[in-house]
């Protein structure tokens, strides 16, 4: 069984930033797909980034291109949100998801919010972006 907390969750002005942390632990070999969901209050959960691991293929949701970068540490099996230029509309629960698939399939689901193709999730942090 894998456990996945993140961490690094804040209130923040319009433009600041954060960086977000996924740490998983348990038995995580084989989970090479890594995503970044976000749930705003009241609003269904969209998928924000992923990532295929060692490497691999990188995706992102329109509305966070250019200010969000997902990144791994394999070595401390962590994965990371850097998140710049805050905006309001950010404000949500941020959750960290993980799978096992291949990469095309990882980038395609990650496209899609295909929450269901997701095995492992954490518990969430808040982000709240105040104008």
């Known amino acids: 069984q894998v456990q996945l907390v993140e961490s690094g969750g804040g209130s923040v002005q319009a433009g600041g930033s954060l960086r977000l942390s996924c740490a998983a632990s348990?038995?995580?070999?084989?989970?090479?797909?890594w995503a970044w969901f976000r749930q705003p209050p009241g609003k269904e959960r969209e998928a924000v980034a992923g990532i295929y691991t060692n490497g691999g293929s990188i995706a992102y949701a329109d509305s966070v291109k250019e200010r969000f970068t997902i990144s791994e540490d394999n070595a401390m099996n962590t994965i990371y949100l850097q998140m710049n230029s805050l905006k309001p509309e950010d404000t949500a629960m941020y959750y960290c998801?993980?799978?096992?698939?291949?990469?095309?399939?990882?980038?395609?689901?990650?496209?899609?919010?295909?929450?269901?193709?997701?095995?492992?999730w954490g518990q969430g942090t808040q982000v709240t972006v105040s104008s």
């Open positions: 348990g038995y995580t070999y084989g989970l090479n797909c």
């Open positions: 998801a993980a799978s096992g698939m291949v990469s095309w399939l990882c980038m395609d689901r990650v496209r899609s919010g295909r929450t269901a193709a997701f095995a492992a």
